[in-house]
């Protein structure tokens, strides 16, 4: 299944996307107030796949899949990435938080912010916690994912170098994208088959299996789930590979005007145009 976050009209909701459109899940479950708070029981999503659809895809804007997330992000998780960035391979999982407020659905414009140019992509696999765990084995983890989709961590370089932790650079408002859906676990299957491209104006500027991550997806939740419980409607973003535009010579920016795109394979393309931020 295809599970999305939507506004229709004046009214917003969450749904099953499919060949013939929209099924509104929002609205048949009335004690699931959002997509994340029925992620833990997929039953009762599946039970309306085969419903009609409500309305088109065309009728409603995306909204991020899960709309007010716990973000994740893992820092220098791709050999490559590592390497272009000149830095020594981690032996833990680097972690760091985005908020809500940071990230923007497909389709929503990605904001430069007036106080730097050094707006920078970087196209990533988000998974999407279904089942709540702590200390989860690494042989059960994948259980606890509800589905796969695509994360832009932009980043505001010049920021995010302040200091040692990457905070500042990496939550300004709107700078980052999530969607369009999240596709279920069953209909993704082994994600290191996948292929992931990133698109800066319809040039491809990264491209990498996923299975070049340095810590995998069951590593991942296996180790975040020691520090903290894991919640249906976490957002784990999985890091970048190589070829991001501060490695490039000379660096390449995200300006406004630019359209950047988050391909992969069997999930989705996240698309987003890039603006100025207002009075800038």
Known sequence: MKLISFRHGANSGYGILGDKGIIDAGRKLRDHADLASVLATPEKLTALAGDPPDFALADVELLPPITRPRIICIGLNYKSHIAEMGRDTPGYPILFTRYPESVVASGQALVRPRLSEKFDYEGELAFVIGKPGRHVDHATALDHVAGYSCFNDGSIRDYQFHTSQFVAGKNFERSGGFGPWIVTSDEVGDVGSLKLFTRLNGKVMQEARLDDLLFGVADLIAYI??????????????????????AQKPPLWMRPGDRIEVEIERIGTLSNPVIAEEGA
């Open 225 to 246: 789930s020691q520090v903290f419980t894991l919640l249906p409607g976490d957002v784990i973003a999985t890091g970048t590979t190589g070829g991001v535009g501060a």
